[in-house]
């Protein structure tokens, strides 16, 4: 993918997600959006991943958007753990469990957590999965 089709899926996605956001009475600054591009890029480092889609980001932070618990006060903090969680359990288990089924399940044990995103959740999560690869 050239340089210009990779900037062209993010400048999509970050439009995507102003939409979103704004169907539900909230901004996203330019500022925030690097923000969140920073916490993506210091979660990789931290979990020594290599993301193969440029715009996963999205694909993490969609689900969240539906969020009851997503409010102005404290929207950025959610989005920028749902990013830390996203790979964190994604360097704990298999390519068995595809990226989509990943966010799925983070966002359904999220809402089933009452919106908090924690070390349990993360644990309760990774049991889910291991779980299911065992059935």
Not at 68 to 73: D, G, I
Not at 88 to 100: G, L, T
Request: hydrophobic letters at 35%.
């Amino acid at each position: 993918m050239s340089w210009q089709n990779i900037l062209e899926v993010l400048q999509e996605g970050e439009s995507g997600l102003r939409r979103e956001l704004a169907c539900i009475g909230l901004e996203l600054r330019k500022e925030q959006m690097q923000e969140l591009y920073q916490t993506q890029q210091q979660a990789l480092r931290r979990y020594r991943w290599v993301e193969t889609k440029e715009d996963r980001l999205f694909d993490i932070l969609g689900p969240f958007l539906k969020s009851p618990y997503m409010a102005l006060p404290t929207y950025m903090l959610h989005l920028k753990q749902s990013i830390w969680l996203y790979y964190h359990v994604r360097s704990h288990i298999s390519w068995q469990v595809s990226d989509e089924a990943l966010c799925e399940i983070l966002y359904e044990e999220y809402l089933l957590y009452h919106g908090e995103i924690n070390r349990q959740l993360a644990l309760r999560i990774l049991q889910r999965v291991k779980r299911s690869q065992e059935e």
